[in-house]
């Protein structure tokens, strides 16, 4: 072993004759061998040592004058270069649920919009994701074609599960992961395949593979069964009935009912408010105000201009406990109660009481429109300090709101019917409308609710005390 551990490290060093002739006696002729290797260079390249252990090489080589090959164990390392392909414009992209806000964890796949095969763009809605809040849309990340829709209708999801498989479909990258993906799909189905024929072609010598498959058979009928058991409890449906399950965010809306009437000590006060003045001012302004600003003078826009009033003349009421602790806010956030064909949604108006009457109004308009078409975020619902509730639209005479939690109490509307009052000692027809201010009794005493109402029902009844600050 120690002459080869010379002559292997001779050969390739280039050997000494002389050297050599003193362990073998005779002279050598060595001719070092050197192996080329084929190296590939490309814009990305990378190169890799390959280490070689014990692996025989011949070598040409000359004992005296009679020519020979030896063959020679040896370790060398090689350089490699390999080339990286690769292709900005091939390649797959999943399409997630994104983040769908601070208090939502999951949600369900309410529809899907696109299915395999369709050309989509980037950032373009491919499903809908319903939550308790808010409909939440799946957009793709990046333009092409998709693959495959992972999940389907009705299943419950989190942020980052899969709802399809986009292809970056551009001319040969498509086509080499089609060639990639035909060998893939075509394994399993050999795989497949294979069992089949071997149990069709031995239907009488192998009997015994018949029980087996007969024994495998039997497990299915116990998951029908058990998938059974959940729906005996549930009443068979009646003629003229049917079952649909209730929404993500119709539970949200009754749960958040539910518990507002179990921690708030509820308690409603009512007043009633002459709307001819704000009537007045309204049609006598409203082609001036609309050519000027290009939204219609509402009478919504009065009533929270009275709210903030009465909001900053009694600060408790836009006031929050918390713990044993009460937080009261120098600024107004009004939630306002819309409903939309999927549930009730409360967008806020920020900062509010910096807005004059066309900013208010201009505000109103863009958020009733995306809480319709349901494409209102999370965060334009969330931190109101107050809410209105609007019931007259629907032509409501009376009712009791329900706090909106954490908030500590809620302003009711409701519709405006003509009623003989007494004005100046005579009985007149007047337009009049009943407001009502559900709020919680721990924060907010009679007094302050009473004096709440009676503060908007003044500056509805003479929108000029606005002007005047009295």
Known sequence: MAIWSVVRRKVFNGCNSSYSSSIIGKSWKCKSSTASHTRYYGALS?????????????????????????????????????????????????????????????????????????????????????????????????????????????????????????SKSSGAAT?????????????????????KPVAESPPSPKV??????????????????????????????????????????????????KDSQNTFAL????????????????????????EKHGVKLGLMSGFIKGAISALQNQPVVNAVIDGEDIIYRDYVDISIAVGTPKGLVVPVLRNVE?????????????????????????????????????????GSLLSTPIINPPQSAILGMHSILNRPMVVGGEVMSRPMMYI????????????EAVLFLRRIKDVVEDPRRLLLDI
């Open 46 to 166: 990378k190169e890799t040592s390959v280490f070689v252990r014990g692996s025989p090489v011949s070598l040409p080589c000359y004992l005296g004058t009679t020519p020979c090959r030896m063959t020679v164990p040896y370790n060398h390392t090689f350089n490699t270069s390999i080339r990286l392909f690769s292709s900005d414009e091939g390649g797959s992209v999943d399409a997630v649920v994104p983040y769908m806000g601070e208090s939502i964890s999951d949600g369900t796949l309410a529809t899907i919009l696109k299915k395999p095969g369709d050309r989509v763009e980037a950032d373009e809605p491919i499903a809908q994701i319903e939550t308790d809040k808010v409909t939440i849309d799946v957009s793709s990340p990046t333009a092409g074609i998709i693959e495959k829709i992972v999940a389907k209708e009705g299943d419950t999801v989190e942020p980052g599960f899969k709802i399809a498989v986009i």
């Open 175 to 195: 086509q080499v992961e089609d060639s990639e993906k035909k060998p893939e799909e075509t394994k399993p189905e050999k795989k497949e395949e294979k069992p």
């Open 208 to 257: 015994e593979t018949s029980p087996p498959k007969e024994k495998s058979r039997a497990p299915p009928p116990p998951p029908p069964a058990s998938g059974a058991s959940p729906r005996e409890p549930q009443l068979p449906p009646k003629d003229r009935e049917r079952r649909v399950p209730m929404t993500r965010l119709r539970k949200r809306v009754a749960t958040r009912l």
């Open 267 to 290: 308690l409603t006060t009512f007043n009633e408010v002459d709307m001819t003045n704000l009537m007045k001012l309204r049609s006598e302004y409203k082609d001036a105000f609309l």
């Open 354 to 394: 910096q807005m004059n009457f066309a900013e208010i109004e201009k505000e109103i308009n863009r958020l009733a429109k995306k809480a319709t078409a349901g494409t209102i975020s999370i965060d334009e619902m969330a931190g109101g300090t107050f809410t209105i509730s609007n019931g007259g639209v629907y």
């Open 436 to 447: 009502a201010l559900t709020y919680d009794h721990r924060l907010i005493d009679g007094r």
